[in-house]
């Protein structure tokens, strides 16, 4: 933000850490800073103050601007990164985050910059960052009233972009994502943007790269808990929720529940801090709607009272299915999980290996409904 420091002031500053592939305010290269606002690139309003250079050759196509309001970068192909501009307020929030990973730059989990063409170190960038952090520092001390609403509104887009890394990788799991699935996302982006379409687009962006990329769910789901944008534990449990009933909805979008779907909602709740109550009431709900929509008659009539309701969820069918029925359930199962299906998906190890799980709970289901039939 313009109002944390002067140009001069930051000037100062870049000019203790200057290197050859460093250029500061007024004395850029035509060319440097033509290509950097052209590629970058770099909004006209911007006030830019330093440029860092990260091509081999010179051509400053791939780099770092330094504007008043922030950082803007562009990354070469071998980097990888959900955004491309960090503001002031946060970068502040990136001190305990901020690291080197090679020869990137880590400003938090997924935004990263490249250095690998620069000739300043990822350690020196880093000590350029902490002094920056410094200084923002010591300007926001001298404000004791800090704005509330725009530390809530980072919090938040931290909150919405773990729930676009989440839905992605689930929405993703049992194949190509259908046109159902995509209209289903968007609407929910819709609604987590609040209608900003910058907002709306950063998290398309976000699901675009995560949905084909090794993530790692157990840091992404740290990042969304620690920072649910609520105080109290019952509205917060009340939106782990929501998201909980989401993944139920986007599972069931187009009239069917695959398998692995079906497997990872069963174990969401644990995941999400969740009692396991939830699974069985959404089960309920929305196993109950397919088969109504699937106008299902029913020969069996007997009470399954006493048999485990879990059992009817895991094979995805009603207890009250025939057993011609049951069986089709249970083999429409079983082959959507077979190993060389999933093989064939790319899935990551950890995933291949909980699918194998699932089949034996699987059988061990099937087994105790035919049991309990026949007696």
Same mark, same amino acid.
């Given at each position: 933000?313009?109002?944390?420091?002067?140009?001069?002031?930051?000037?100062?500053?870049?000019?203790?850490?200057?290197?050859?592939?460093?250029?500061? @305010?007024?004395?850029?290269? &035509?060319?440097?800073?033509?290509?950097? !606002?052209?590629?970058?690139?770099?909004?006209?309003?911007?006030?830019?103050?330093?440029?860092?250079?990260?091509?081999?050759? =010179?051509?400053?196509?791939?780099?770092?601007?330094?504007?008043?309001?922030?950082?803007?970068?562009?990354?070469?192909?071998?980097?990888?990164?959900?955004? #491309?501009?960090?503001?002031?307020? +946060?970068?502040?929030?990136?001190?305990? #985050?901020?690291?080197?990973?090679?020869?990137?730059?880590?400003?938090?989990?997924?935004?990263?910059? =490249?250095?690998?063409?620069?000739?300043?170190?990822?350690?020196?960038?880093?000590?350029?960052?902490?002094?920056?952090?410094?200084?923002?520092? $010591?300007?926001?001390?001298?404000? &004791?009233?800090?704005?509330?609403?725009?530390?809530?509104?980072?919090? /938040?887009? %931290?909150?919405?972009?773990?729930?676009? !890394?989440?839905?992605?990788?689930? @929405?993703?799991?049992?194949?190509?994502?259908?046109?159902?699935?995509? *209209?289903?996302?968007?609407?929910?982006?819709?609604?987590?943007?609040?209608?900003?379409?910058?907002?709306?687009?950063?998290?398309?962006?976000?699901?675009?790269?995560?949905?084909?990329?090794?993530?790692?769910?157990?840091?992404?789901?740290?990042?969304?808990?620690?920072? %649910?944008?609520?105080?109290?534990?019952?509205?917060? +449990?009340?939106?782990?929720?929501?998201?909980?009933?989401?993944?139920?909805?986007?599972?069931?979008?187009?009239?069917?529940?695959?398998?692995?779907?079906?497997?990872?909602?069963? *174990?969401?709740?644990?995941?999400?801090?969740? &009692?396991?109550?939830?699974?069985?009431?959404?089960?309920?709900?929305?196993? =109950?709607?397919?088969?109504?929509?699937?106008?299902? +008659?029913?020969?069996?009539?007997?009470?399954?009272?006493?048999?485990?309701?879990? /059992?009817?969820?895991?094979?995805?069918?009603?207890?009250?299915? #025939?057993?011609?029925?049951?069986?089709?359930?249970? $083999? $429409?199962?079983?082959?959507?999980?077979?190993?060389?299906?999933?093989?064939?998906? @790319?899935? @990551?190890?950890?995933?291949?290996?909980?699918?194998?799980?699932?089949?034996?709970?699987?059988?061990?289901?099937?087994?105790?409904?035919?049991?309990?039939?026949?007696?």
């Amino acid at each position: 933000m313009n109002s944390y420091f002067s140009k001069q002031a930051l000037v100062t500053l870049l000019q203790r850490y200057q290197t050859s592939d460093m250029y500061i @305010a007024d004395r850029f290269p &035509p060319q440097k800073l033509q290509n950097a !606002v052209a590629y970058f690139p770099i909004p006209r309003q911007s006030v830019i103050v330093g440029l860092i250079d990260c091509t081999v050759f =010179g051509s400053c196509k791939v780099g770092l601007a330094i504007t008043l309001d922030g950082f803007i970068w562009k990354n070469d192909w071998a980097t990888e990164t959900h955004q #491309t501009s960090l503001t002031w307020d +946060q970068l502040l929030q990136c001190e305990n #985050t901020l690291r080197a990973v090679n020869s990137d730059i880590e400003f938090y989990p997924g935004i990263r910059f =490249g250095m690998a063409g620069c000739s300043m170190t990822p350690a020196a960038f880093i000590q350029l960052c902490l002094a920056i952090i410094d200084l923002l520092s $010591r300007q926001t001390e001298s404000q &004791p009233v800090q704005n509330e609403d725009q530390q809530l509104d980072e919090q /938040y887009l %931290i909150f919405i972009g773990a729930i676009a !890394v989440l839905l992605a990788k689930f @929405a993703k799991i049992d194949g190509a994502i259908t046109q159902n699935e995509i *209209e289903y996302i968007e609407e929910t982006f819709d609604e987590l943007s609040g209608g900003d379409p910058s907002t709306k687009s950063m998290l398309i962006t976000i699901f675009n790269k995560s949905k084909d990329e090794q993530v790692d769910i157990n840091e992404v789901l740290e990042h969304l808990i620690s920072n %649910i944008p609520c105080s109290e534990p019952a509205e917060s +449990q009340d939106m782990l929720l929501s998201l909980y009933v989401t993944h139920w909805e986007l599972a069931m979008v187009d009239g069917k529940l695959s398998a692995i779907k079906h497997a990872l909602l069963q *174990e969401l709740p644990n995941m999400l801090g969740l &009692p396991m109550s939830v699974y069985h009431n959404a089960s309920k709900q929305f196993l =109950g709607i397919q088969s109504s929509e699937n106008k299902t +008659q029913s020969r069996q009539t007997q009470n399954t009272s006493d048999l485990h309701a879990s /059992y009817f969820a895991l094979l995805g069918c009603n207890p009250n299915c #025939t057993d011609d029925e049951l069986r089709m359930a249970y $083999r $429409r199962k079983v082959s959507s999980l077979h190993p060389d299906k999933l093989q064939s998906k @790319a899935l @990551a190890d950890e995933l291949l290996q909980f699918a194998n799980e699932q089949v034996q709970k699987i059988n061990h289901a099937y087994a105790e409904i035919v049991k309990y039939r026949n007696r």
